[in-house]
């Protein structure tokens, strides 16, 4: 038994999955973990140190913009 990792377009995913059925293919997909970027993770400390900003309604954001 040999194992491959094929990357498939979302939209045809369904599709190669029936047609690998049809062939027996047994098929498991692989989770991919992402992970923050640096600029995420810059804005999710700043909320840990209390620096976020709060607002009472969705106006009062847009406002602020």
């Not at 047994?26 to 992402?34: C, G, R, Y």
């Not at 970027?37 to 009472?56: C, H, P, Q, R, S």
Request: hydrophobic content about 40%.
């Amino acid at each position: 038994m040999q194992t491959m990792e094929i990357k498939v377009p979302d939209h045809k995913t369904q599709q190669v999955k029936a047609f690998l059925k049809e062939l027996g293919v047994t098929v498991k997909e692989k989770k991919i973990k992402s992970t923050p970027n640096a600029d995420t993770i810059a804005a999710m400390n700043e909320l840990k140190a209390g620096k976020g900003k709060k607002f009472k309604n969705v106006a009062e954001l847009f406002g602020s913009i």
